[in-house]
């Protein structure tokens, strides 16, 4: 059985930083050959691409947050971070994990919410 476990999330004021962890467990899964990535639904509105990392860690980010969130990953680990700095409250959402090669696979969500 294959689970994603997000942690991290919380709440931060506006122009601060959060990072997201996703650690990934199951006996069959190889994270090393997933592609990882992010996404968050925010109230009323449908979940969106946040950010993504391949087998050999290239990235790719949604124009709301590049310059300002970075994802990594540790393969040793088994664990994929999302580093997000100068947050807005726009960036209020659940965070989800996602891995995918042939297969996906979703976390639970982690909320974040940026308010003063």
């Known amino acids: 059985q294959v689970q994603l476990v997000e942690s991290g999330g919380g709440l931060v004021q506006p122009g601060g930083s959060l990072m997201l962890s996703c650690a990934a467990s199951?006996?069959?899964?190889?994270?090393?050959?997933?592609?990882m990535g992010w996404f968050r639904q925010a109230p009323g509105k449908q979940r969106e691409l946040v950010a993504t990392i391949t087998r050999d860690s290239r990235t790719n980010y949604a124009d709301s947050v590049n310059g300002r969130f970075t994802i990594s990953r540790d393969n040793a680990k088994r664990t994929v971070y999302l580093q997000m700095n100068s947050l807005k409250p726009e960036d209020t959402a659940v965070y989800y994990c996602?891995?995918?090669?042939?297969?996906?696979?979703w976390g639970q969500g982690t909320q974040v919410t940026v308010s003063s």
């Open positions: 199951g006996s069959i899964f190889i994270f090393s050959r997933y592609k």
């Open positions: 996602n891995a995918a090669s042939g297969n996906e696979y």
